[in-house]
């Protein structure tokens, strides 16, 4: 069956309606709006904590302000102006007089106590409401509204409410009863991976929302199986739905590739889904009816199109009644800009040689560490989860990095060590591959190909530590120092012989007073340590680099992971004159043309984003079979001079603003 999302021109608006917003709604005015921006999707309100129609099931509260156009009559007005409905359900509160008349499908305390929150119960997944009731829910709203796609908020355990409070794991009735009889153990009540019943009840929570998930994408496909659903790569295709936002109490530093990031995993790790990164235009969910800068929205959007993802905003309430309107500019130019080239943003796939691979969506702070370095050196790489990796080709890649990936399955490692073997490089960080798929400590790591041979100790108390260089020809960027500094815990590790070690260790030693700031004692324990394997080898570093980097930044680490990258691993990054605020790219689009974008970062300054500093003659060398036939600047609308000698062709920008994306045809 035909699926009307593949190649379609993705650029949707989330307008998460208050339920005010539907006292004098107009389903023309709606559309007129949505218009304006050229969207193509719009994603809206309809059923779980207020249906936002007229509803005939008893338990599904029913909005009391519906007194402007129906759903029904704007699906209808969106459908004959061409833009996709989208409806947004949420499942994970109940109304407190529903909630009065089936208790036990809240969420409980570990002392069984509710979360009321406004007088909106919080919900537990693996009650009735959730497991039952929804499903009944979702039949009515998807018998009854021409949907074409479907997006579910907060699904699975929640633990918090709107105002940040932690209440810790679920302890309903249903919720003992499924975890006693998987693992014969009462459920924790602290979150804490060091405790073997958590680490059980994080496999718990794991197959739990899997099953149910499985349910709801039955339900609907049974029902509409010509939906696109909403992160359920299970459901044979749709969108991944995630966010770049903000938050008031979220620590420093800003993520200024948090666009950038999240369509890396979102492409790399579900190829066959639309990426739709929403640029959330509120500060926090304590401040929604303020954007945040302007500059920052149109900076994710640009990061979006760069890594082959596509354009999604979410607002609160409806665009005509919007508050702070100093975020529409921006986001109607990417989407103009979107529109006027849709064409050449459809099929395209990166073209990167460096595997980055990731097990959160936010990033853990060593592998936001690492995405920086490679970034800012400008490596070509993709960074998807490593949920997928056992279904994923790595032909394309020469290095593969695992930021302290430390839950591995024995299939995955073998996988690895096949690719090494094969003539790839590894690159691995402090407690890579020492668990196993089901969070258990290993008796050593799963990874023959990495020469770690035992954990002796990891210690935690290397305040005042460095690395000594010594003779250090392979690390030009740190000519001009004989030192590391490394803070964070560092492994005492036995390797294998055919393990080579680098650099030696310098213990915490005094820092003060200053006449007593010198060390004494240098060991032999390593930095980094190469070892060969097959035809290829596997770099390790004991220790968080990107961590250390992704919270203080200093060069002093950058340069050496970037050595490591590119004089270590042998990958070259990307050449030319371009400073590291500009982010670089290349995609090849099933048409056969390729996308080299440039993206200017330069605005992100301290904790704020502004309008990029305007950069001139810029030139960016990349990889080519031979000379282009044309070099077009599509934001600027006018030819970019190039040249190619010996497998490299040179792209000579005269001028970059927010972006650039220059289309290479052959």
Known sequence: ???????????????????????????????????????TAVMFNTAGIIASYPTDLDFHFQSPFLTGDSVGD???????????FVGRNDFSKIRRPIFGQHPDWAYRTASGEIVDYNGDVHACVMGDYQQIYALKILEELLTRYDLDGIFFNMSGFQTRDYSHNYYGPCHCDACKKAFGEMFGLPIPTVEDMDDPAYRKYTLFKER?????????????????????????????GGFIRQESNTAVDRPLPHWQYNASSNTKWAVGTHPGMISSNTTVDFIDIDYR????????????????????????????????????????????????????????????????????LNDSRSGTPECRGWFRVLVENHFLFDAPLVSTALEQNWDQYDLLILPDIRYVSDELAKKIDDFVAGGGTVLASFKSGMFDAEYEARSEPAFKSLGVRKVEWVRDDMRSAYFKLGEHPD????????????????????????????????????????????????????????TEHGKGRAIYVPWLPGELFHRQGHVNTANFMADLIQQVAGVEPVGGNAPEQVEVTVLENKAGFRLVHLVNTSGHFGTSFY????????????????????????????????????????????????????????
């Not at 704007?74 to 996709?84: F, N």
């Not at 509409?224 to 459901?235: G, K, L, T």
């Not at 309107?325 to 990167?352: C, I, Q, T, W």
Request: net charge negative; proline share 6%.
């Open 1 to 39: 069956m035909a699926k009307w999302w593949e190649d379609k021109a993705w650029r949707m608006i989330q307008t998460n309606l208050r339920e005010i917003d539907m006292l004098d709604i107009s389903a023309e005015q709606f559309v007129r709006d949505l218009q304006e921006f050229k969207a």
């Open 74 to 84: 704007i699906i209808d007005a969106c459908h004959k102006a061409g833009i996709r």
């Open 208 to 236: 739990a929302i899997a099953a149910y998930h499985a349910r709801v994408v039955d339900t609907i496909l049974s029902l509409r199986p010509d939906i696109a659903i909403a992160n359920h790569p299970n459901a044979g």
């Open 289 to 356: 009816h303020v954007t945040v800068s302007p500059s920052q929205q149109e900076l994710r959007l640009a990061q979006n199109l760069a890594n082959g993802g596509q354009l999604d905003w979410y607002l609160i309430g409806r665009i005509d009644n919007h508050e702070d309107r100093s975020g529409f500019a921006p986001v109607k130019r990417m989407f103009h800009y979107h529109a006027a080239h849709e064409s050449d943003y459809v099929g395209n796939r990166s073209l990167a040689n460096v595997l980055l």
């Open 475 to 530: 690390f030009p960027r740190l000519s001009e120092t004989d030192l590391i500094y490394m803070d964070g815990p560092y492994i005492y590790a036995k390797y294998g012989a055919k393990s080579e070690e680098h650099f030696r260790l310098i213990p915490p030693h005094n820092f003060g007073p200053p006449e007593r700031c010198y060390y004494e004692v240098v060991v032999d324990r390593p930095a980094y340590t190469v």
């Open 611 to 666: 309008e990029p500093v305007t950069m001139h003659d810029l030139e960016v060398t990349v990889s080519a079979d031979g000379p282009a036939a044309c070099a077009e600047g599509l934001v600027s609308g006018q030819p970019i001079d190039h040249s190619y000698s010996d497998g490299k062709l040179t792209l000579r920008i005269p001028r970059l603003g927010l972006f650039e994306a220059v289309k290479l045809s052959w």
